[in-house]
């Protein structure tokens, strides 16, 4: 109920939410500088009836990669401890797993073992543990790891590892009539389960990597089953891919960010629309609130440079990292 | 605009809708039968608050075969025409073609060669007419047919082969919060270009087959580019996977048609939802006024029996089978 009722909230006229957003600073965990600028900036033009640079609500098309850019995903991102959990249920019933790689890295938790070993070890874990099963168990099985798991560094619940001033931000945009969609190279069924509470974003606005799926009978029941074997890869070029099948409009609104190569192609597929377009770029700098981290060729900032994204650097523009729960994405 | 708009309209709140619909007949093109007391009695129950069978409006999902269910698909369906159209471009830049199957049979209009041919052929054809090109200029082509052509054996434009009944039950269910998916074989891309103008339904509320794309540059804009290749066929057991894929939750209310089992599938996923569902199976009896046919085995309609789903017969269950624009959508 709450995610559809936050998504229909774009509905309203565009009247009221201005009256509402220039009521009180839409971004109060953000410091005065240029990323907040630029963004209420943009957000003022396109939403100004009337203006040179208004934007109909129906365009209004905001994408947002999850891990990095709405929440933490250091030293891993969620979804893999998730499926470290999972190994360990599997070893609970197989002990042999305990002295096979991936699976001994996985127990113990090693993640150098995942960055130096890369995608291919972690496609095994995910085959081994998220699929063979149909989707009703899969979110069953998420939920229960979102219920019970805490984040090993910052020791606290997953459902509070997002950022502050990112749900700020998702709560202003839609006040201001654009649809949030989640874009992310974590797998669709596994944000599924978290994004309606922690973002109030609804499940059908959701992109992510894809599982091959297939029909299947239990019983006389039809239900959707989970093969092993990755669809699509909603990462990198793979994301402007995934916004034309789901959408079908290129954003005029993105957020990613600086660690993984991510969100360059998502940026340059907004930037390529005829009309207004906006493009933020987290950059983690802040070792001492949250992780630092960047590419070693800094290939995201540099095109941030040169396409003219919006850099906003964690140390100096957010004032609070962490510290806002369900309640804030209702409003 | 529009599109939005309507689908943001099942956001009124439940009684409003129920004051609305309460007032006049809500399908005034269907001739009172099992088929429209069935719809009204099921709408009437998941929209009742407080009502044994109440669902919420987040839930009200439901999903409608395009081709046969919501406009004709007889002698072929609109987008093989789009791709004839496409051939006879081609063939005049390329005179050969019209001595080479299936090329012949397009530019000929040979509707029985294709249901001999079969899918194969019609794939050849969708390959050299539909791919290689990005998607907004996919999308100019599309709407420059629909513009242009009209249906060969109704002579009338393809934006008014629609059914009066299912455009009324579109409303109806919009009304009363559901929110209405397309749910084709078609290809989302064709369906995109029409679906918002005759149905109302937003270019992001469609399901159906899909091309495999790619990111590609084009100088310094980012284009999503469609390769010839089909990556998921979304008819028959493929139906459940993208209503999974893109809504992630079992439609409430399912309409497909007899003649190429192609909603079987999507019905039994309905049927299998913890809770109220419904489904109705349009069946093509009705020579006079659109086309007879069937299929050999009769396989829906025996499912419809077995499962239980609602049959509206076009003879007797449609007062009216065609006759409504674009502001009947708005309604």
Redesign the interface.
Known sequence: ?L???LG????QPASSQRAQTGRADPLPSWNDGAAKRGIIDFVTRVTREGGPDFV???DRIATLDNDGTLWVERPLPAEVYFIFARVRELAARNPSLKERQPFKAALEGDAAYFHEAGKKAVLELFVATETGMD?ERFAAEARRFLEKWRHPKLDRPFTEIAYRPMIELLAYLRRSGFQTWICSGGT??FL?VFAPQIYGI???Q?IGT?LK???R?EGD????WRLPEI??INDK?????GI??????RPIFVAGNVGNYGDI?MM??S??RRGPSFQLLINHDDAAREFAYGEKDNASLSSAKKYGFTVANIKSDWKTVFGIGQAAAAK
Chains 1, 2 share one sequence.
């Not at 029941?221 to 959707?224: E, H, I």
């Not at 070029?237 to 891919?241: I, L």
């Open positions: 109920m995610a559809v009722a229909f909230s774009a509905a109909p609500v129906a989707q669709i069924d599924r609804p499940i059908d959701i894809e799926l297939e029909s009978m029941r039809l239900v959707v669809e699509a070029e793979g994301k402007p891919v034309d099948r789901q959408i079908g409009k192609a340059q597929y930037k390529g």
